[in-house]
């Protein structure tokens, strides 16, 4: 199964570290997603990939964010000086978009970050 | 901007009722609609999707059309099952501008319990 994968599942951190979750997309697929969803709620868009370009971006994605698609294929989504409000499960999903129509975005496991 | 709005929850069922759980929705463009599900200790997966107004999503059971004078998309199934137990969400992305469709706006979930 070549599905979507993110690494690692699972994060402990403390308070003021940095961390960095990575996304390998499925191979064929153009287009790249994070979204981050916190405890009884749904996924919310944080930013997304056409290729290696950043396409649009959430006002969630405050300055401590970053994320990275550098040749197109997997993607990196970097917190910086981490908070415990970002104690979250952060999802990648992927899709082969072509023109305008939708297509069907595969979700990964998601890599849960607890901040202490 | 773009929101879903699904019925609190959670629903608690027996083995072959009837489930319904309501999603509304606002949005900017022309919206295709969805329900995931995810099960436990899985990711998110695509259950259906309908991407025009009348339009009927379906698959293993569950059913919802595209309503756009109500702007909503209810998910029915006639006869649940133990292994229905999950979360459902519904969400949509548009294609507002005449932009590609791209991100995707969720719902709050819905924790479906069903027992024997």
């Known amino acids: 199964d070549t599905g979507v994968s993110q690494d690692p599942r699972h994060k402990i951190t403390k308070r003021g570290q940095n961390v960095t979750f990575r996304c390998d997309p499925i191979?064929?697929?153009?287009?790249l997603y994070w979204y981050r969803q916190t405890l009884g709620q749904g996924p919310e868009f944080l930013t997304y990939?056409?290729?290696?370009?950043?396409?649009?971006k959430s006002r969630l994605l405050s300055d401590r964010f970053s994320a990275e698609r550098p040749k197109g294929s997997f993607s990196t989504l970097e917190i910086q000086r981490t908070e415990q409000g970002d104690s979250a499960m952060y999802l990648c999903?992927?899709?082969?978009?072509?023109?305008?129509?939708?297509?069907?975005?595969?979700f990964g496991p998601g890599t849960r970050l607890t901040v202490l | 901007g773009d929101s879903v709005t699904q019925m609190e929850g959670p629903v608690t069922l027996s083995e072959e009722a009837f489930l319904t759980i309501n999603c509304t929705y606002t949005?900017?463009?022309?919206?295709?609609l969805f329900w995931y599900v995810q099960y436990p200790g899985e990711g998110l997966q695509l259950l259906l999707k309908?991407?025009?107004?009348?339009d009927k999503g379906s698959n293993k059971g569950f059913e919802a059309t595209y309503r756009k004078e109500t702007t909503s998309f209810h998910l029915e199934k006639g006869s649940v099952q133990v292994s229905d137990s999950a979360v459902y969400f519904c969400?949509?992305?548009?294609?507002?501008?005449?932009?590609?469709?791209?991100?995707?706006?969720f719902g709050q979930g819905t924790i479906l319990t069903v027992h024997p």
């Open positions: 999903a992927s899709s082969l978009a072509l023109g305008i129509s939708y297509n069907e975005q595969f």
């Open positions: 191979s064929e697929h153009n287009r």
């Open positions: 990939f056409q290729n290696e370009a950043q396409l649009e």
């Open positions: 949005a900017t463009g022309y919206p295709s």
């Open positions: 309908a991407t025009k107004a009348d």
């Open positions: 969400a949509l992305t548009t294609n507002a501008g005449g932009t590609s469709y791209g991100k995707l706006t």
